[in-house]
């Protein structure tokens, strides 16, 4: 991401900081049988807290490409160069990616051919490659047009394509057009009940971020600050509305990443940015978001560190009282925080207590990477 300058809104750092703690806290539960209950993703249809992070995320890079986009010349050198930076960004995110995924088969039983070739940082690199596509295509009124179009052209493939064995319109999860595709084009990749990262519902994906990117020519735009705030919480209200209504013909899923779960999460992005812009870029509160901040700028290094982290924790074993063997995170909870937050407030508020800690613990390094201006490209 690009270092802060002079035209990136702190607010929008400090809530990429926000998303990317709630996607730390989201992967890292001390007990996996033992979840706490806002961090647990909805079982199909309906939305958690933990719904919202990825689309949050994915609307963040929208409007972050409005402003990276805008400070580019108009020559054929800068464009250009545009592209070339475009391709690097893709490709490093697609391969940093694919090794995170690869450390889930390691330290032994790795191979490229159960490799699964989905994920979280894959979907960021095909999503901003296409998004910057369209941007670098198109006027303002052709993203609107392509984000309104990829969004009613997957509801119409998903309630109109039939499926083998089940027909047109199942939304089930053993019955969707998504699950379908992507157990036909990449076999050995899918999880259950549906890949969250699949082929198909990567199209509305890019249409989150779309909206993200239309966010940021608001922004941007020469109006009072006062007016852009307030033009952000109405329109995170009529997103809420329209996402809310058409989630009752087209149910609101995370899993199906479907039309109306990115129009509800889009509103509800609007008026997160809403309040982070009126807390610290109108009204200069900023003390309380400086951690996020810090996490914010240097958001898809610790989130892949993190990760990395985690593998470790798992490969490194200790050799009990007992003789059992168990590794440093498993012992490290059992011993810790299972023992003292569970004896209080039971076992999902001890999972929660690793998982806050375990964040925090990133807390130290980003802030340092912070301090010292130092800022990963990726």
């Not at 109109?160 to 084009?185: C, F, M, Q, R």
């Not at 087209?250 to 199906?256: A, G, S, T, V």
């Not at 951690?291 to 470790?312: E, H, K, Q, T």
Request: net charge neutral.
């Amino acid at each position: 991401m690009d270092p802060p300058g002079k035209e990136r809104l702190l607010s929008l750092d400090a809530f990429r900081g926000i998303t990317i703690v709630g996607m730390i806290l989201v992967n890292n539960a001390g007990d996996w049988g033992h979840v706490f209950l806002p961090l647990q993703h909805a079982a199909w249809n309906g939305l958690t807290p933990a719904d919202v992070i990825f689309p949050f995320f994915l609307f963040i890079v929208g409007v972050a490409m409005a402003f990276s986009f805008a400070r580019r010349g108009a020559s054929e050198h800068a464009v250009n160069e545009v592209y070339l930076q475009v391709v690097r960004r893709t490709v490093i995110l697609f391969l940093l990616g694919l090794f995170v995924n690869a450390l889930y088969y390691l330290p032994g039983g790795f191979s490229l051919a159960v490799l699964r070739i989905p994920g979280v940082l894959q979907r960021i690199a095909v999503v901003y490659f296409c998004t910057a596509l369209i941007i670098l295509h198109t006027s303002l009124w052709g993203q609107a047009f392509a984000a309104t179009f990829l969004l009613l052209f997957y509801w119409a493939i998903l309630e109109l394509v039939p499926v083998p064995g089940y027909g047109a319109g199942a939304l089930t999860p053993e019955g969707n057009l998504i699950s379908y595709i992507d157990h036909l084009l990449l076999p050995h990749h899918r999880t259950e009940p549906i890949d969250p990262e699949g082929i198909l519902s990567t199209i509305p994906a890019i249409a989150t971020t779309l909206l993200g990117v239309l966010t940021g020519y608001w922004i941007r735009s020469r109006r009072d600050p006062y007016e852009k705030a307030a033009g952000l919480f109405v329109m995170g209200g009529a997103g809420c509305i329209v996402g809310g209504v058409w989630g009752l013909f087209f149910p609101i899923n995370k899993q199906l990443w479907t039309s109306s779960y990115v129009i509800f999460t889009a509103g509800l992005a609007l008026y997160f940015l809403a309040v982070c812009y009126w807390l610290i870029d109108l009204k200069g509160y900023r003390r309380w978001a400086v951690p996020f901040i810090a996490f914010g700028v240097n958001a898809i290094s610790v989130y892949a560190l993190s990760i990395v982290m985690d593998r470790v924790l798992g490969w490194v074993t200790v050799t009990q009282a007992d003789g059992s063997i168990v590794d440093l995170k498993t012992w490290s909870y059992e011993h810790a925080y299972a023992v003292l937050a569970g004896h209080w407030f039971g076992e999902s508020s001890a999972s929660f207590c690793y998982a806050l800690l375990y964040t925090l613990l990133w807390l130290g390094p980003m802030w340092l990477l912070y301090r010292r201006k130092i800022f990963i490209r990726i």
